[in-house]
């Protein structure tokens, strides 16, 4: 089941883009530009399959080019359509001036199957399509550099990459024509973990500030709480265990495409996700409650509700019975514009999409900044940073005449390496980006969410850049 959509993506996009323009006093006409995407290649190309050729159909978008490379996933869905793909390129525009990684906007969609569909296939459609976009300069390392989005991972961006470099033998940079790749392709480590990272650190951020907390009638911190996650697929998988293995959160209940799971205890999400793969689903799970309406537990009481899987999720149909006091967006655009509104009424707080779930792309720029450097993270200083910290902490036990508490040694000996330096980089992101976001909210008496907190701030970024800096 499917709940009533009351507008299209698109539309809500627009409109909570405009309700933002409309408390800024941008240059005359500038709004219109933000607006609308520059681009969108259409494509339609034959595979043959099973002895048959079979027709797919494809899109890419760029929002916005005041920055390149434009940056942003590559859906595989069967729903997926041209509206889709730019109203999901306009918030990576958004999204990408929030959290300061310098890219444009885009975003492209494959609408198929890929359950429908064998390995060996998937990689003929995946490496046809690549060619269809690299014909049209739809993907680059320096004017479009796709990524990994629902329906597609590392297997697809490793068949993109490798299609891409036997395309352009002399491109030293090929590699960095798409990021999400694995780490032996020259990925970079915590990739694949990145946005469901990103979700917890926007939480943690959230939850060290007493006002914004009092404001979604919530106390304390993240220990205990109440969360329902819908979509336990990359990000929401992710999100959902480092909540609980490392923030003490009790994930009440979870959402998946056949029915839901509910645990007043708390449902333990790497066995959940063990048996999603073994069994398809989630019915038949044991020691939880199984609802086969699974949509109704997104009106669960709860203290945090993580919409993790498509757009369109909470709308004025069910907004009204949501009990969540905070929402945060780790999918894009699941909440719609009418149902925002209304959750805004009911006094929620809404984290926005283009916050939350922003680590996957800032983690797909350090994999891109890696892949044009041809060296990997820590590389030149992870020694040197070893040595040293060895000579201080031998210093400090003999000053102290006694050995350092184990935490501390374990904490001073951290290694630079690759994996830390990514969740170090990425926590400095969000942590940033949320001073910026709460600056706005709580600074301006006519701002009365976080979303269009996120939104003048990112609009402010992207239309200085396009004002003073940008050609046409
Ligand atoms: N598809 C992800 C998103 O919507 C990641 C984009 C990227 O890494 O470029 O943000």
């Known amino acids: 089941m499917s709940p009533a959509k009351t507008s299209t993506f698109l539309s809500s996009v627009e409109s909570m883009l405009n309700r933002a323009m409309g408390l800024m006093d941008l240059p005359p006409g500038l709004g219109e530009v933000l607006q609308q995407c520059r681009a969108v290649y259409q494509m339609r190309f034959p595979v043959k399959i099973a002895g048959k050729w079979q027709v797919f159909e494809g899109w890419r978008a760029n929002h916005s080019e005041h920055l390149l490379p434009t940056k942003g996933g590559i859906r595989y869905a069967p729903e997926v359509d041209q509206e889709e793909v730019e109203a999901l390129a306009t918030l990576m525009t958004f999204k990408c001036a929030v959290v300061d990684v310098p890219f444009g906007g885009a975003k492209g969609g494959l609408k198929i199957d890929p359950r429908?569909?064998?390995?060996?296939?998937?990689?003929?459609?995946?490496?046809?399509?690549?060619?269809?976009?690299?014909?049209?300069?739809?993907?680059?390392?320096?004017?479009?550099?796709?990524?990994?989005?629902?329906?597609?991972?590392?297997?697809?961006?490793?068949?993109?990459?490798?299609?891409?470099?036997?395309?352009?033998?002399?491109?030293?940079?090929?590699?960095?024509?798409?990021?999400?790749?694995?780490?032996?392709?020259?990925?970079?480590?915590?990739?694949?973990?990145?946005?469901?990272?990103?979700?917890?650190?926007?939480?943690?951020?959230?939850?060290?500030?007493?006002?914004?907390?009092?404001?979604?009638?919530?106390?304390?911190?993240?220990?205990?709480?109440?969360?329902?996650?819908?979509?336990?697929?990359?990000?929401?998988?992710?999100?959902?265990?480092?909540?609980?293995?490392?923030?003490?959160?009790?994930?009440?209940?979870?959402?998946?495409?056949?029915?839901?799971?509910?645990?007043?205890?708390?449902?333990?999400?790497?066995?959940?996700?063990?048996?999603?793969?073994?069994?398809?689903?989630?019915?038949?799970?044991?020691?939880?409650?199984?609802?086969?309406?699974?949509?109704?537990?997104?009106?669960?009481?709860?203290?945090?509700?993580?919409?993790?899987?498509?757009?369109?999720?909470?709308?004025?149909?069910?907004?009204?019975?949501?009990?969540?006091?905070?929402?945060?967006?780790?999918?894009?655009?699941?909440?719609?514009?009418?149902?925002?509104?209304?959750?805004?009424?009911?006094?929620?707080?809404?984290?926005?999409?283009?916050?939350?779930?922003?680590?996957?792309?800032?983690?797909?720029?350090?994999?891109?900044?890696?892949?044009?450097?041809?060296?990997?993270?820590?590389?030149?200083?992870?020694?040197?940073?070893?040595?040293?910290?060895?000579?201080a902490l031998e210093l400090l036990e003999t000053v102290l005449e006694r050995q350092v508490p184990e935490g501390f040694s374990k904490a001073f000996r951290q290694e630079a390496d690759e994996r830390n330096l990514v969740l170090s980089g990425l926590e400095d992101t969000m942590r940033e980006a949320y001073e910026g976001i709460r600056a706005v909210w709580h600074a301006r008496d006519d701002v009365p969410d976080l979303r269009t907190a996120a939104y003048i701030l990112a609009i402010g970024k992207v239309a200085h850049h396009h004002h003073e800096y940008s050609l046409a």
């Not at 480590?189 to 650190?201: E, F, I, K, L, M």
């Not at 805004?344 to 283009?354: Q, S």
Request: hydrophobic content about 40%; overall charge negative; charged content about 25%.
């Open 116 to 391: 429908k569909y064998e390995r060996h296939q998937m990689e003929r459609i995946t490496r046809r399509f690549t060619l269809e976009l690299d014909k049209r300069g739809f993907i680059s390392p320096s004017q479009n550099v796709p990524a990994p989005d629902m329906g597609t991972g590392a297997r697809e961006m490793a068949w993109m990459a490798d299609t891409y470099r036997t395309l352009h033998p002399d491109d030293i940079d090929a590699i960095a024509c798409i990021t999400g790749k694995p780490p032996q392709m020259g990925g970079i480590r915590g990739r694949v973990q990145a946005t469901g990272r990103g979700v917890q650190y926007a939480l943690r951020e959230f939850f060290c500030h007493p006002e914004d907390i009092e404001a979604a009638g919530l106390e304390g911190g993240l220990a205990g709480k109440r969360v329902v996650v819908q979509g336990l697929g990359n990000v929401g998988f992710h999100a959902a265990k480092f909540l609980e293995e490392e923030d003490g959160s009790r994930i009440v209940a979870i959402i998946e495409r056949d029915g839901a799971l509910r645990s007043s205890a708390g449902l333990p999400v790497k066995e959940v996700r063990k048996y999603i793969v073994a069994n398809g689903g989630v019915k038949g799970f044991p020691g939880a409650e199984y609802l086969a309406e699974g949509l109704t537990a997104l009106e669960d009481q709860c203290d945090i509700l993580v919409p993790a899987a498509l757009e369109g999720q909470i709308t004025t149909e069910n907004a009204s019975r949501i009990e969540a006091k905070l929402i945060a967006e780790a999918a894009n655009g699941p909440v719609t514009a009418e149902a925002d509104a209304m959750l805004l009424e009911a006094g929620k707080v809404i984290l926005p999409d283009m916050y939350v779930n922003a680590g996957g792309v800032t983690v797909s720029y350090f994999e891109w900044t890696k892949n044009l450097a041809h060296m990997r993270f820590g590389r030149m200083g992870r020694r040197l940073m070893q040595m040293r910290s060895e000579a």
